[in-house]
């Protein structure tokens, strides 16, 4: 798949804060691992952002929302720098639950993991809740 050499996240999105973290964290996340999404794959990737914070924040309409971008673009990566970014600042968004569906408990594990890593060194610290019968989470 041919990406552009030249691509950077539209941060002129309309969102907030999250949103800004967000594509920030997740352009030098992706700089790190050499993968450059087109100027069109960021647009998506900044709506998926704008509306997960819109639903952080009750800003968002009561429907259903779907992000059917292709594998590989980034919608899991786009969702772990979100919840992170929830995560990093309680004060704010500490009333807010994320329910997040994926198809194995392998991959519950890897997005826990995966969320975990980009926790703020100036944050608070993170509890990891370990799987059934109590299920699996994250807790400051």
């Not at 952080?56 to 971008?69: H, I, P």
């Not at 890897?110 to 100036?122: N, P, T, W």
Request: proline share 7%; net charge negative; charged share 20%.
């Amino acid at each position: 798949m041919p990406f552009d050499t030249n691509n950077t996240p539209a941060l002129d999105h309309v969102g907030g804060v999250l949103t800004q973290h967000t594509l920030c964290s997740l352009q030098e996340f992706f700089e790190q691992h050499d993968h450059r999404p087109s100027p069109a794959m960021w647009d998506a990737m900044a709506d998926l952002a704008v509306h997960l914070e819109w639903m952080a924040t009750g800003e968002a309409e009561s429907k259903f929302f779907l992000s059917s971008l292709d594998p590989g673009i980034g919608k899991t990566m786009t969702i772990t720098h979100f919840v992170s970014g929830l995560l990093n600042v309680p004060a704010l968004y500490g009333h807010v639950g994320v329910l997040i569906c994926v198809a194995s408990l392998d991959e519950v594990e890897k997005l826990i993991d995966a969320i975990c890593q980009r926790r703020s060194k100036k944050g608070p610290a993170w509890r990891r809740k370990k799987g059934p019968p109590c299920g699996w989470g994250l807790s400051p």
